[in-house]
């Protein structure tokens, strides 16, 4: 079975840095992309960014670039949404996902971890 | 930049059929994936490229995609499929989500 597992919830205050996890189990987690996704509170889902954990090939959405780093672990098929200056409007669940080829949609996500940045 | 749009709401009764848009610029040349998402979980996806299902996806659930307009139809509503909806392509290796839909089962 195809699992995405997220680390728990957060709470941070603003200029903290912070790195979520996500790991995969139940398929080879080199060969399918890990995408992050951001939603906001009573908001609708966001893109930030996709990751190849087989070469560590990483894309951005402009919105997300220079504010948030992915990366993976492929040691331990872990994939990473970082952090190093928290601000409240970054209060928000992030979810993971498995995309299975360049065009397709998320088939496995994560449970999604709630991040609360409040001073 | 490329814009998906989605109606905010949709009510349908019990056992009738819903269906809920997706409006992009020649969205019918991209393959459009579609989310459901029930309130305190994760999203599921219900729909890939245009018209295929998940396994464990009910036949209830179908797609298309022609012109600009996506659209997802799910035939016998049940009381259990109330939850918001997205639409999802990807635009020059960017993934773009609808605004969401939210289906109400009267």
């Known amino acids: 079975e195809v699992q995405l597992v997220q680390s728990g919830a957060e709470v941070k205050k603003p200029g903290e840095s912070l790195k979520i996890s996500c790991k995969g189990s139940g398929y080879i987690f080199t060969n399918y992309w890990i995408v992050w996704v951001r939603q906001m509170p009573g908001k609708g889902l966001e893109w930030m960014g996709t990751?190849?954990?087989?070469?560590?090939?990483?894309t951005y959405s402009p919105s997300f670039q220079g504010h948030v780093t992915i990366s993976a672990d492929k040691s331990i098929s872990t994939a990473y949404l970082q952090w190093s200056s928290l601000k409240a409007s970054d209060t928000a669940i992030y979810y993971c996902?498995?995309?299975?080829?360049?065009?397709?949609?998320?088939?496995?996500w994560g449970q999604g971890t709630l991040v609360t940045v409040s001073s | 930049s490329y814009v998906l749009t989605q109606p905010p709401s949709v009510s349908v009764a019990p056992g009738k059929t819903a269906s809920i848009t997706c409006g992009g610029n020649n969205i019918g040349s991209k393959s459009v994936h579609w989310y459901q998402q029930k309130p305190g979980q994760a999203p599921t996806l219900v729909i890939y490229?245009?018209?295929d299902r998940p396994s464990g996806i009910p036949e209830r659930f179908s797609g298309s995609n022609s012109g600009n307009t996506a659209t997802l139809t799910i035939s016998r509503v049940e009381a259990g499929d109330e939850a918001d909806y997205y639409c999802q392509v990807w635009d020059s290796s960017s993934a773009l989500f609808g605004g969401g839909t939210k289906l109400t089962v009267l």
């Open positions: 490229d245009h018209r």
């Open positions: 996902a498995r995309r299975v080829d360049p065009l397709g949609g998320g088939d496995s």
């Open positions: 990751i190849y954990p087989g070469d560590s090939d990483t």
